[in-house]
């Protein structure tokens, strides 16, 4: 997954209006966003004040970064990128099409 999100952020982050200074949090955002996919139905607390499912983190997340101040694109290039790797490889094999990111192996 990380070979596939890399590069495609740095191909993103090449656009001038896309560009930041460190695509870190960008990946990390990736990640919640393919695992938020895999796992929907997961309870979430937090700061234990509201439980969430899992469905919903990367947009609780994101409305925690509008409210905290800090900027938002990189985090919704990361749910972007997030959802192109589990659309080629998920969605996309099970409506009958190619596996064209076939990972070596999935639980």
């Known amino acids: 997954m990380f070979v596939f999100g890399a590069p ?3 191909v993103m982050a090449a656009v001038p209006y896309l560009w930041s200074p460190f695509m870190g949090g960008s990946l990390v955002f990736m990640l ?5 996919r895999e796992y929907p139905n997961a309870l ?3 700061y ?22 800090n900027p938002l694109m ?12 589990y659309f080629l490889t998920v969605l996309h094999p099970l409506a009958g099409g190619k596996f ?3 990972t070596p192996f999935r639980v």
Do not use: E, Q, T
């Open 8 to 10: 495609s952020l740095l």
């Open 32 to 36: 919640i966003y393919v695992w938020s």
């Open 44 to 46: 979430i607390d937090i």
């Open 48 to 69: 234990r004040l509201v439980s969430l499912k899992g469905f919903y983190l990367p947009y609780v997340m994101l409305a925690l970064d509008l409210l905290l101040g």
């Open 74 to 85: 990189p985090d919704i290039l990361g749910m972007v990128v997030g959802h192109f790797y």
């Open 100 to 102: 064209i990111l076939k």
